[in-house]
């Protein structure tokens, strides 16, 4: 029997275009892009660093010394 390991990090999106005039949307992802904090920056940069090693084969894992579970444990160190 093979375990598997997952888990997500992508967030949960919801069509807006259904029931939302396309000006809308725009400005309200334009508000949420003027709002960020330097908390949303470092969110990004852990997001972007663990979606990198997650792209990595085992090998290549391997060769950093990281196993593919460590992967989130290396990154929120």
């Excluded at 992508?10 to 069509?15: A, D, E, L, W």
């Excluded at 508000?31 to 470092?42: A, N, V, Y």
């Excluded at 979606?51 to 990154?75: F, K, N, P, S």
């Amino acid at each position: 029997m093979t375990m598997t390991y997952q888990d997500s990090l992508k967030p949960v999106s919801r069509p807006f275009s259904i029931w939302m005039p396309a000006r809308l949307v725009g400005f309200l992802h334009a508000l949420r892009f003027s709002l960020r904090t330097p908390f949303d920056e470092r969110h990004d940069a852990l997001r972007t660093e663990v979606e990198r090693l997650r792209a990595l084969d085992d090998d290549a894992l391997a060769r950093l010394g990281l196993r593919r579970a460590d992967i989130l444990w290396h990154v929120f160190a």
